[in-house]
């Protein structure tokens, strides 16, 4: 042990007593990369010595442990905790390590991360403890901490406990701490000996507590993005909601259309196969125009789905100039309806953005809508809206929604982006926050200017696939 510490630490003893294992003096130097002396630290008894450099060997794995928690992605916090409960575990020469949190009720703690050495069982993840280890499971959720080095040190009341482990492998020494999340007992870390007894010192202790707290503020970041994607998918489904609301009467008009056309050429039909000899060619074009109308009805209900459906963002090639036809259809009747001149226009040629279609949908239509609305507050002049949508430079699709509104201050310009930021008595703020993101997702940029004349214009970019261009 002492030879593999050279490389690392400069060792000098000097024995005091014949007992050399018990009585000698050492000074352990720490060097930095440029041979400065970082630590001295004196001990007394060879022990200590083993049991300091396992220590400084634990400082450097436990600095790495929380910088790279530190540093994950919540939605990788899982997998990072199991890996470092196998570092840990196999650093402090343990045979299993366990993480058992509180359910989603707050009642029964469940094994939600475990470790174990090769060819020992594991606890089950996904084991409610509190049926096999009802005396340990009661500790934990009093807060309190079990520490043992031999089974026979456990009262009897554990008895339940230690048979099940027994079927599982054994035990024989074991500390169970307890891991809080937000200040709050929220289950426990075990870690456990299987093969050795053996004794823990309150330094070894608190360096599971330590261990604990970082699991502890870990998972309470995870919780904290798990609820905050909860909150904004409730917010987007709201939005949704209030979009839609605005658009029912505008799509119930879209569809009316097709169904008409499909009624008044089935007629044709059945007047057609009424005479003697019927026209086969006519009936033939009245069947054709019955099957593109029904496609069209299928197509609207199709995207009406798509706006409501909730869920994470599928990223696959998005036609653009596909998606600003199939809003111009939506919004169409809602332009007519409030007196605008709308127009949408693009480049004959755009190339594919990787995107989520229902997610472009919802930002253009937030846009619009917005833009709808402006106009339609400012009291007199045009009332026009224009959507273009151009590759300005290769490998970047610019959308711009400009309007003839009634333009926006420079206050208000200000915290347009921001969350339930609204100047309208019906609204709720949270259009322009929700497509800012999406497009932040889609690796583009969104944001408002004043036009020099009258209006606002809203642009947005979005990554394009230069090389493979959908066909006009
Ligand atoms: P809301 O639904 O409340 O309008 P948004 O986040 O979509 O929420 O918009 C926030 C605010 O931004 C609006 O209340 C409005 O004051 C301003 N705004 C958005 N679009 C325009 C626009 N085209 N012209 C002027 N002001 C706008």
């Not at 939605?75 to 989603?104: K, M």
């Not at 289950?187 to 309150?202: E, H, K, L, N």
């Not at 699991?215 to 904290?224: D, E, H, N, T, V």
């Not at 226009?345 to 279609?357: H, K, Q, T, Y």
């Amino acid at each position: 042990m002492l030879d593999g510490l050279r490389e690392r630490f400069c060792l000098e003893y000097e024995d005091k007593t014949a007992d050399a294992e018990r009585w000698c003096r050492i000074t352990v130097m720490r060097f930095d990369d440029s041979g400065k002396i970082r630590a001295l630290v004196l001990h007394e008894t060879l022990d200590e010595v083993i049991n300091a450099s396992a220590g400084l060997e634990f400082e450097d794995l436990f600095a790495d442990f929380t910088a790279t928690l530190m540093r994950t992605n919540a939605h990788e916090i899982d997998d990072e905790i199991e890996r470092w409960l196998g570092r840990i575990g196999l650093a402090l020469e343990l045979d299993r390590t366990t993480i058992a949190q509180l359910n989603r009720d707050g009642q029964n703690p469940v094994v939600t991360h475990a470790w174990a050495r090769e060819g020992v069982q594991p606890i089950p993840v996904g084991l409610e403890v509190a049926t096999v280890m009802p005396w340990l499971t009661r500790k934990a959720m009093r807060g309190e901490s079990v520490v043992f080095s031999d089974e026979q040190e456990l009262p009897l009341e554990a008895r339940p406990d230690l048979e099940w482990v027994v079927r599982l492998g054994g035990i024989s020494s074991h500390v169970m701490v307890p891991l809080t999340v937000a200040g709050v007992v929220h289950g426990a870390v075990g870690f456990g000996s299987i093969y050795r007894r053996r004794p823990w010192s309150p330094r070894s202790i608190r360096r599971l507590q330590m261990v604990s707290e970082v699991f502890g503020s870990a998972l309470l970041r995870k919780r904290i993005a798990v609820e905050n994607i909860r909150l904004a998918n409730e917010i987007h489904q709201v939005s949704r909601a209030a979009t839609m609301g605005e658009m029912t009467a505008a799509l119930a008009h879209e569809l009316n259309q097709p169904l008409a056309a499909i009624l008044n050429n089935s007629r044709v039909v059945q007047r057609l196969l009424a005479a003697k000899s019927p026209d086969l060619n006519e009936i033939r074009a009245a069947l054709d125009d019955i099957v593109r109308d029904n496609a069209r009805a299928v197509e609207i209900v199709r995207d009406v789905r798509s706006v409501f459906q909730p869920g994470e963002a599928k990223m696959s090639p998005v036609d653009m100039k596909q998606v600003l036809q199939d809003i111009k259809r939506m919004v169409s009747a809602d332009a007519k309806t409030r007196n605008i001149a709308l127009s949408i226009n693009s480049s004959d040629r755009l190339a594919p953005v990787i995107g989520d279609r229902p997610h472009l949908i919802e930002v253009l239509l937030n846009l619009i809508l917005n833009a709808f609305d402006a106009v339609c507050e400012s009291d007199n002049g045009p009332r026009e809206v224009t959507v273009v949508a151009e590759e300005r430079s290769p490998g970047e699709l610019r959308v711009s929604i400009r309007d003839s509104g009634r333009g926006i201050d420079s206050e208000a310009l200000a915290h347009l982006f921001e969350p339930f930021f609204t100047t309208k008595s019906s609204g709720m703020g949270m259009g322009l926050t929700i497509a800012r993101s999406i497009v932040h997702n889609h690796g583009g940029r969104l944001w408002a200017v004043q036009n020099p004349d009258r209006g606002a214009t809203f642009e947005f970019t979005l990554p394009a696939q230069p090389a493979a261009r959908i066909r006009a």
